[in-house]
């Protein structure tokens, strides 16, 4: 796709209006319970990494809107095998300073000088490359884990329909 | 009060009195270090600073004089700096600046029709011209203006081409000896590429030459069918001037449609190639083509460096430069004779080049319906900023991108004032591409260091007499690698992305180093 430079402010804001309007999902049949799905989601520990309404951690997606952006399958995909949809952007790196300590996490950002790292207790990092002596970085690698033999079929489709019920704000 | 009055009174006249810029001093830099009188700096296309205050043991203490901020984003501007008044410019814009405070002194804008659509860049403006008492600034709706240095007064404007048509100007204007040269954009809009020159007190046309030939010129005959009609052939970048010899070199970029060249087959000239006019006039003295017949939209649109060096035991007068193609070209630039070339970014293209200069290309490199992968991607292996050249380290400095892209092949439909491209790119994604700083050898293209960075850059590149090369990121990081070995001395987080060129000049003898990024001008000092 040629860059757009030669769109109006309008057409870009009607572009825009659009491309929103696509990313609304509407709401599908689903055969889990939503409410036995919150259940599944507290007892599973999800909240030590996504926010709902403002509670939990915050290292992975906050999911308080997700079930208007992702459709079913989608979440079912990324609870079986979160590293297939990973976003484009997203890194999980693991840094070591030259003093020898460790530090793993999500990269939030990062420029030729510096990254800044986001960890499991969702505490931002901001570190300076030339003190580091090690600088991984994954993109085939995610924190979550698959949850196809921690949960029932049953629970797994509870879930699901937990999270495609969370359309915003309770 | 009435003291202080009278002082300020008496700088401002002393300031106004000697804003006068005759072309010896434009032609003779080095004598006045402590300004910046043309878009490199010299007439050579080196960006190279004479100063030498700030080194790389002092460099980690720059600090932030000042900042100003500019209306409008994305700032790509190369200041003028003048008896203490630096020029700015932005999309049919200029302010004077006081180099000592940050503080504007007067301001010029000239209303952008409200028909008016930038076809295939950005509504940006990068940088003016001065000459004598005059500052010229070349406009989106492509007229080039004269203003008085002292007011900012619109003295006269000149009409370059038609932006209904898709003629556009970004560039800074080239004032030589009293003329005043620009080119113009358009290669995304099948315009007929030029380069004027204007008398410099009048505005009146002094020649013009035309990018895409006449019927009557042998090189007509590179273009099938009748293409030439539509060819594009922009001259979007500054060029550059040997007052010795008395010729401008300009370079020319894309043919048009930019992506499909089955309905232009043919060499294509004089797109992609640097072309040598006499100064008085604009008359062609040689041309060579970097990229015969382009389908990725690869412009020679980099400033030319130009400097002299001993090759195979003779003195030669030459021109380089690190082409969007992914190669470095060394040519004699009194003849045009090819003498070197290699690639100095990822490439996937061409297999070499023969030895008279021209690609040998790569088989499956051409757009096509279901698109092809290539390196670098149309913005090329470096585009419009600017290079440097160390005649201290001789060492040529380049901001190199890796990136590629897959290039789509379509019908393409000419129709005056809107985009006739002939297909399109996906770029590849951001974590596949990087950036680097390098320093070449400038005679062979021969590699001497590399500093890795975060993403494929669009800053210029500033050395100094200090021994620093300087340049920015996309990130915001405006940085200092010591000139002769590339390691990072120092740097500073701007907020914004930066797409501009750095430049150097001094405030009561000391010296300052100034850099846009996006909205914010920035001056560093000791």
Redesign the interface.
Known sequence: MPAGYFYSEQDVADIAAYVHSLGSIPPEKLPGDPGRGAIVYSKSGCAGCHIIDGKGVGFGPELTEVGKRRSASYLQKTLASPVSTLPDDFVFVKAVSNSGQSLEGIRVNEDTFSIQIKDDFGKFHSLRKTELKELQKRKDLSPMPSFTELLTTEQMQDLVAYLASLRGPQ | MKFMLQVLVVAAFCATAQAQVPYEHIANPDRYPGEWLTYSRDYAGHRFSPLNEITAGNVGQLKVKWVYQFPDPGNEVSPIVVDNIMFVTGPNSATAIDTATGRPLWSWKRPIPSDY??????QVNRGAAVLDDKLYIATLDCYLVALDLKSGIQRWASEVGDYKVGYSMTLAPLAIDGKVVVGVSGGEAGIRGLVDAYDAKTGKRAWRFWTIPARDDPAYQTWAGGSAKTGGGPTWVTGVYDPQLKLIYWGVGNPSPDWNGEVRLGDNLYTCSFVALDSETGKLRWHFQFTPHDTHDWDASQVPVLFDARIKGQDRKLIATANRNGFYYVLDRVTGEFLAAQSYAKQTWAKGIDAKGRPIVAENSEPTEKGTLVWPNANGASVWYSPSFSPQTNLFYVAVRNTSAVFYKRDPEYKAG??Y?GG???ES???SSWGEIKALDPTTGDLRWEF???TPPWSGVLSTAGDLVFSG?N???F?ALDARTGK?LW?F?TGGPIGANPISFAVAGRQRIAIASDRVLYVFGL
Do not use: C, W
Not at chain 2, 117 to 122: A, M, P, Q
């Open positions: 659509h930038s076809l295939g860049f950005g809107t985009m491209l399109g790119e996906d994604p951001q974590d890795k960075l975060n990121s990130e915001g990081n940085y990072p740097d987080q």
